[in-house]
């Protein structure tokens, strides 16, 4: 049984805390500030719960103390303080943060640590970046790599066509930051909600357009080898341009509470989800433009004894997938680790990442 702390008891922390502790390999302390989260928690006997304050540092370390890792399902402006947290405690640390700052902070962090530091461990960035370099790998010479994620509502009923499965902080975040991208081998910044596009997928038809931290650190390890490669988001037509209505013709850019206050008094949750993975990559082999796509869906399932939202599934699985790889001696146990670096072949063979099995939900690789 190994130690394991889980940083923020929303949504997607209490879905890694039970998955973990439901597998009978963890126990799981579930920390968080706000008491009522906590006292939702699911009673078990590999689950405690801690009110812990992440700005205090020597709480945070005292909660640490003695552990195997710290997994952070926190808001992304908490990442630095747990990660600095983590290397002072000498413990694992593993994040779901899309934001790229934080990334780079923990990335500095980990240049010192004599623990792994493994962040974006979620779906994007996570997932689909060992899917996008398994696909890579398969050619001689990449010409582009096209990755597009979404967490959607299997039966929309609002003008957004739009239900809250996530963070609402990291939806927001994803929609305002810049977004990295390379175009004809640059590497450059382009603005969220722009590029919009439209396909169509087991004849629906979605759109997609640029967000924020999905491709995770791929752009670096790319760099100088692909022309093309961006990431983007997949919602339901006539999405981005209400978001847009509200980010830049309301100014709710720049009051991100209010947003967030209108989204979660407004935006029902629902477990009723589908993700779609859809990632396309072009490029030679022996001399010939060949394309490559992997696409999955994956709905909303009983996991560890409760129905869970896919993108619950997702995300938690995909977190405690790499964990288990750490635990098992599979990934490096020192220094930065990409999510790139991940096989995927030994990702999906994992009990927890096989949540994305297809055969289990019905999609398809092509």
């Not at 710290?70 to 990660?83: F, G, K, N, Q």
Request: net charge negative; proline share 3%.
């Amino acid at each position: 049984m190994k130690d394991i702390v889980v940083i923020g008891a929303g949504k997607i922390g209490s879905t890694i805390a039970r998955i973990l502790a439901h597998s009978g390999d963890y126990r799981v302390t579930i920390a968080d500030r706000a008491e009522e989260q906590l006292a939702a928690i699911e009673q078990h006997d590999a689950i405690s719960t801690a009110v812990v304050d992440i700005a205090d540092g020597a709480a945070m370390r005292k909660l640490l103390a003695g552990r195997f890792a710290v997994l952070s399902a926190a808001p992304y402006h908490l990442t630095v303080a747990i990660a600095e947290a983590a290397a002072d405690a000498g413990v694992h640390y593993l994040d779901l943060t899309e934001d790229v700052e934080s990334t780079r902070q923990v990335k500095r962090i980990a240049a010192e640590a004599k623990t792994a530091f493994i962040p974006q461990c979620g779906l994007a960035p996570g997932f689909i970046s060992i899917v996008a370099n398994d696909l890579a790998s398969r050619f001689d010479t990449l010409d582009s790599v096209r990755m597009r994620v979404g967490a959607l509502p299997q039966y929309p009923s609002n003008a957004l066509n739009y239900n809250l499965t996530w963070s609402t902080d990291g939806v927001i975040n994803e929609y305002i930051e810049p977004c990295e991208a390379i175009v004809e081998g640059a590497l450059i910044e382009v603005p969220a909600l722009e590029e919009r596009e439209e396909f169509s997928l087991d004849g629906v038809t979605y759109e997609a357009f640029n967000t924020s931290g999905g491709l995770g650190t791929l752009c670096d390890t790319l760099k100088d080898k692909v022309r093309t490669l961006n990431y983007k988001t997949i919602r339901y037509p006539g999405h981005v341009a209400i978001m847009k209505a509200l980010l830049n013709d309301l100014g709710l850019r720049h009051r991100r509470d209010v947003l967030k206050d209108i989204f979660e008094n407004a935006l029902p949750t629902t477990t009723q989800d589908v993700v779609i993975i859809f990632v396309t990559v072009s490029g030679r082999k022996a001399g010939r433009l060949v394309q490559e796509t992997y696409a999955n869906k994956v709905y909303s399932a009983p996991v560890a004894g409760r129905l869970h939202s896919a993108i619950q599934i997702t995300t938690a699985g995909s977190i405690c997938a790499v964990l288990d790889m750490l635990a098992d001696g599979t990934l490096g146990a020192r220094g930065f680790v990409r999510q790139e670096e991940i096989a995927l072949s030994a990702f999906l063979a994992n009990r927890f990442g096989r949540y994305y099995a297809q055969e289990h939900h019905g999609a398809r690789a092509a």
